[in-house]
């Protein structure tokens, strides 16, 4: 059927390659058509991106300028120096000075109090000499004993505890240290030398407790003073 016209009649050889070259021509327009676009896309992927040209700018950065130097701060003005001023009493008032007091034990067993100040010391004003110092004024009569330790009034009694007759313990003798306040009143009671047992020590305890005293004196005057309260407990 290749060889035969559309008459029916068979093709001479030019004919037929004529015809031929006719067909290939049309293939190959065909197949150009159909590769075209496989071979822009190959060629972009071949060539890559294109690379946009960069400019690279340069920048001269100044170096800060140099601070000036710091004004010197001047020295501090000398201040004049004051000179200080003397004060002058008119009347200047005397040196007081208080001689020791010197106790001696008179007859009968009192205590004699007389003041020896020093040479050329003033007392109370006066100036003294070298001499024999004067005597000081006799203590009133409300005040015989001027320094006195304190001292008990009325001593209570204390009773032997049961408990501790029964532990056969003999004569014991309990020490209470009492404080005894400026107007004899008692402020403060323990025991200073114990008998190691508690009842008898209570015992101390309350009978010092219930004692009255008389404080202690210093020149006349009242002062806190200590005193030793000494309780006995005898079988007998």
């Known amino acids: 059927m290749a060889n035969k016209d559309d008459r029916g009649r068979y093709l001479t ?21 159909i590769a075209l676009p496989f071979y822009h896309s190959l ?15 340069r920048q001269t950065i100044k170096p ?21 001023q003397q004060v002058v009493h ?22 004699q109090t007389h003041y020896t100040p020093p040479p050329g010391a ?6 003294q000499g070298t001499g024999t110092a004067s005597p000081a004024p006799a203590p009133p009569a409300s005040c015989p004993n001027p320094n006195r330790e304190a001292t008990v009034i009325d001593k209570a009694s204390a009773d032997y505890p049961q408990s501790a007759q029964e532990l056969n313990l003999g004569d014991v003798t309990v020490e209470v240290k009492v404080t ?6 008692l402020e403060d009671a323990a025991i ?16 010092a407790r219930e004692s009255t005293y008389a404080p202690r004196l210093v020149n006349c005057v009242p002062a806190v003073g200590i005193y030793l309260f000494d309780v006995t407990f005898s079988m007998n």
């Open 90 to 111: 008119p009347n200047p008032r005397p040196l007081l000075v208080h001689p020791p007091v010197v106790h001696n034990q008179g007859a009968g067993g009192q205590t």
């Open 192 to 207: 200073y030398s114990s008998s190691h047992n508690m009842a008898i020590d209570q015992a101390a305890l309350r009978a």
């Open 64 to 84: 800060p300028p140099t601070p000036p130097p710091p004004t010197p701060t001047p020295p501090p003005t000398p201040q004049p120096r004051q000179t200080p």
């Open 43 to 57: 060629n972009q992927v071949q060539s890559g991106p294109t690379e946009k040209p960069f400019t690279i700018a």
């Open 13 to 33: 050889t030019g004919e037929r390659i004529r015809n031929f070259t006719g067909w290939a021509f049309a293939l190959a327009i065909f197949l150009e058509l």
């Open 122 to 127: 003033s007392v109370n004003g006066n100036p």
């Open 180 to 185: 005894v306040g400026a107007t004899g009143t």
